[in-house]
């Protein structure tokens, strides 16, 4: 997330315009733009992010907060997509698994060729398949990358 992207979503949530935000207008401006936590989860946000502890979350405490969602949602979207394509369930991507995964991903068929190229950019440990630890190190590596450029 862009500085500017982070001030435009702080302003958002700040109801009041006093450039901080309260537990009420964090946990409503949450609220508002979709994210399902509940609110135990929104008071504990709050109070790691609240670093000087005065009930108030300012610009700086709200940017850690910010990086911190999404790194979990990032990490658990990642999950989420490797266990819809393993289909057998051994934490393993074969062949054809990554083949009928970015089919049904995309809605596009993928050749063999395609496939192949993509394990050899994945299988660290060169072992024919694309193991749950090296499917989501390379894709959490490539989807940091694109949020530090701003991407």
Request: net charge negative.
């Amino acid at each position: 997330m862009s500085d500017a992207a982070a001030q435009a979503m702080f302003k958002f949530f700040d109801d009041n315009g006093d450039n901080g935000l309260s537990f009420e207008e964090l946990k409503e401006g949450m609220q508002s733009v979709g994210s399902k936590f509940t609110d135990a989860e929104v008071r504990n946000f709050f109070d790691k992010y609240d670093k000087d502890k005065n009930g108030i979350i300012d610009f700086n405490e709200f940017l850690g907060l910010c990086i911190d969602i999404n790194t979990n949602d990032s990490e658990k979207a990642v999950a989420t997509l490797f266990a819809t394509v393993d289909k057998d369930n051994n934490r393993s991507l074969s062949h054809s698994e990554l083949r009928e995964g970015i089919a049904q991903y995309t809605g596009k068929p993928v050749d063999d060729a395609e496939v192949a190229a993509l394990i050899k950019q994945l299988d660290i440990d060169m072992d024919g398949e694309v193991s749950y630890e090296e499917f989501t190190n390379n894709i959490l590596v490539k989807m940091s990358v694109a949020v530090k450029g701003g991407k």
